[in-house]
């Protein structure tokens, strides 16, 4: 995208989530200023999720938008959210030194959310902390804005399976391992190549099945996870398929954006092992 005029460039951003139980059904909401007076206001919601998901999902959307813009003037983004301050301006460069482990050794929870806005930042971003419920009119706003999405949440749950379901006689025919998961393989519809696998469990199977995106379940975090839903890389399912054990799952599909992997590439499997070299 070409550079933007200096009248209209981005002055402020400011971010927010929220969420209705913690976990449960979340919303972020992002009010961007520009220089000449003018706003831009947009949310997401995710039906299961964390407080400070949904915090972390706010600030990487609104930093997605400054970068789309090639702005080169610097930006400040504010926060309500200590997490976010503290983990960017000063956790995360230990984080990353300690191949993403705390300083206790154990793994970096959202992990793949640091890593986005990771990449998001800049030294162009200057990192801000406001008083949440304040008074603050624009993090005032982005509260709203991200409760508001909860609401649609509630206006439009996730259908309930019926146990007579063709879903739940699919689910009933696939083998999940002792912890109830099953690999399932992300494939490109388009050319055939293998882009990540992660792992399912009947939930996710039912979620991805109903809404036609592909749900996952992280075994670091232990919860759902809409792939896609922070970074806009959806998979939209075009096939789904199981093999012939009924043990793994094949889900040809739509990357939208092109990007599959959390290290901003195509494909999770981009390291090759030369076999030749090993038997030389």
């Not at 981005?10 to 913690?22: E, H, K, L, P």
């Not at 007076?37 to 600030?59: I, P, V, W």
């Not at 959310?113 to 998001?120: N, S, T, V, Y």
């Not at 959806?234 to 739509?254: G, M, N, P, R, S």
Request: charged residues 20%.
């Amino acid at each position: 995208m070409a550079k933007i005029s200096n009248s209209s460039q981005i002055s402020s951003i400011y971010t927010d989530g929220a969420c209705s139980g913690n976990p449960g059904a979340g919303g972020w909401g992002v009010v961007i200023n520009f220089s000449d007076g003018t706003s831009k206001e947009f949310g997401g919601r995710e039906a299961h999720t964390t407080n400070n998901q949904m915090e972390l999902a706010g600030a990487i959307a609104g930093l997605k938008f400054w970068q789309q813009l090639d702005q080169t003037k610097p930006v400040q983004l504010f926060t309500d959210s200590k997490y976010v301050i503290d983990g960017i301006t000063r956790w995360i460069q230990g984080w990353k030194k300690n191949s993403w482990k705390t300083s206790s050794k154990q793994p970096v929870k959202n992990q793949e959310l640091w890593q986005a806005l990771d990449r998001l930042n800049s030294d162009q971003v200057s990192w801000c902390w406001v008083q949440g419920h304040s008074g603050d009119p624009n993090n005032e706003r982005c509260d709203k804005i991200a409760r508001n999405q909860i609401k649609n949440i509630s206006l439009n749950p996730t259908k309930p399976i019926d146990p007579s379901s063709p879903i739940e006689e699919l689910i009933t025919k696939l083998k999940f391992d002792a912890n109830g998961l099953i690999p399932a393989i992300a494939q490109d519809s388009q050319d055939g190549a293998v882009l990540m696998m992660a792992w399912m469990n009947a939930e996710s199977i039912a979620l991805t099945i109903q809404t036609g995106e592909v749900h996952y379940w992280s075994r670091s975090r232990k919860e759902l996870w809409h792939k896609g839903a922070t970074s806009g890389h959806i998979q939209k399912v075009k096939h789904f398929y199981y093999d012939c054990d009924a043990d793994v799952i094949l889900i040809k599909i739509e990357q939208v954006g092109g990007i599959a992997c959390h290290t901003g590439v195509r494909s999770c499997f981009f390291t090759e092992v030369k076999i030749h070299d090993l038997n030389s």
